[in-house]
């Protein structure tokens, strides 16, 4: 169908590109993508072709999307006459209904009024950028403020799902200049088309060329707005995320450094359990394993004295908690026990030698005494 009607027409190949940018998509691929502003001159006849993406909000699912239009037109100076194909994602597009009422409404005057189609198209869906950018605003200003007002101490789990939506709206303002860039080239160059338009031979092209010239610097003007919001919007949320991570960052070093001085004072009750284990164990051992009575009735004065065994206890209970704690610190200190291992190697391969060297003396000795 849509190659029948290239022929028919006779349609330069920049429709087929037209058409090339509709097409299901299932990520988000050529997503700020337009077909610039292309023109082709044959004698009186002019070729435009030119895409432009706008928001548009899905009221079924009460979200926003972004959406593209594609126009071809095609027009013959001398005879007044206009070929117009407008290529939408949806049947029942905003600028499709509107171009619909108007050449019901107004068919006479659109023979000679080159520019209503373009004029149409952004006046329909132009607007929708400040609705758009407004919307994502909502969405980032309680994000913004929660950001700066929240103390260290204060942060929980939802700001690190804040650092995902802080992403997305990032990414989104991003767009929103780019794609308003090529919407304010292709207002350029439908304003050098007017220009050219107002010198004709017709005088209501002409005054309709100038009109259209108007409207579109309107445009162009409203373009730049828009776009000038959205760097700002794109600034400030890239700004709040790095104080969010910043934030983040800081409120992990804060519990990094609680747990450092919980472990700390756990590795002083670990001490302080070790320490006292050490020097109760060795006096328990000693006193269970030699079953002394360090204490006698004196019957004579009725009083309780210390015999003389614990001077033994005492000097058991000391060496062997001297050992205890001295075996202890080698073990911790494992530079001094690689140097002990190392002196106890090396004290086994001089033995190990002098028994070799002895026994070859040996051995030499009696076979001189059987000479």
């Excluded at 993508?33 to 993406?53: L, Q």
């Excluded at 162009?220 to 700002?232: E, L």
């Amino acid at each position: 169908m849509f190659d029948l009607l290239v022929k028919t027409f006779d349609l330069q190949s920049s429709v087929w590109d037209l058409a090339s940018c509709f097409y299901a998509r299932d990520s988000d691929v050529e997503d700020v993508f337009c077909i610039p502003f292309t023109e082709y001159r044959d004698g009186p006849v002019r070729e435009v072709t030119y895409t432009i993406r706008y928001p548009e909000y899905k009221a079924a699912e009460g979200k926003w999307a972004i959406r593209q239009t594609g126009v071809y037109h095609k027009f013959n100076a001398e005879t007044c006459q206009n070929l117009f194909i407008l290529l939408n994602p949806v049947p029942s597009s905003e600028a499709h209904q509107r171009a619909e009422r108007l050449m019901l409404a107004h068919e006479q005057d659109l023979a000679e009024d080159v520019f209503w189609l373009h004029r149409e198209l952004f006046q329909a869906y132009l607007p929708a950028w400040r609705f758009y950018s407004s919307y994502l605003e909502q969405l980032f200003i309680p994000i913004a403020n929660n950001a700066v007002a929240t103390f260290i101490e204060e942060l929980s789990d939802t700001e690190y799902i804040h650092l995902t939506e802080l992403a997305y709206l990032e990414n989104r303002f991003l767009q929103i200049p780019t794609i308003l860039t090529a919407s304010k080239e292709v207002l350029e160059d439908l304003i050098s088309f007017c220009n050219d338009q107002c010198h004709g031979k017709n005088k209501r092209v002409s005054s309709y060329a100038r009109a259209s010239s108007f409207q579109f610097r309107q445009y162009h003007r409203r373009c730049k707005a828009f776009a000038r919001v959205a760097d700002y919007l794109q600034q400030r949320a890239q700004k709040i995320n790095q104080l969010l991570a910043n934030t983040l960052s800081f409120r992990e070093q804060l519990d990094a450094k609680s747990q450092n001085a919980i472990m700390l004072r756990l590795n002083r009750s670990a001490v302080f359990i070790t320490t006292l284990t050490l020097l109760y164990l060795p006096p328990s051992f000693v006193a269970t394993f030699f079953g002394m009575n360090f204490f006698d009735l004196d019957k004579d004065n009725d009083r309780i004295v210390g015999t003389s065994m614990i001077w033994i206890y005492v000097l058991c209970s000391t060496a062997l908690t001297a050992g205890t704690f001295l075996i202890y610190h080698l073990l911790l200190d494992t530079t001094r026990l690689g140097q002990l291992r190392q002196k106890f190697t090396t004290l086994k391969k001089l033995r190990q030698k002098r028994a070799v060297i002895k026994s070859n003396s040996s051995g030499t000795e009696l076979e001189l005494s059987k000479v």
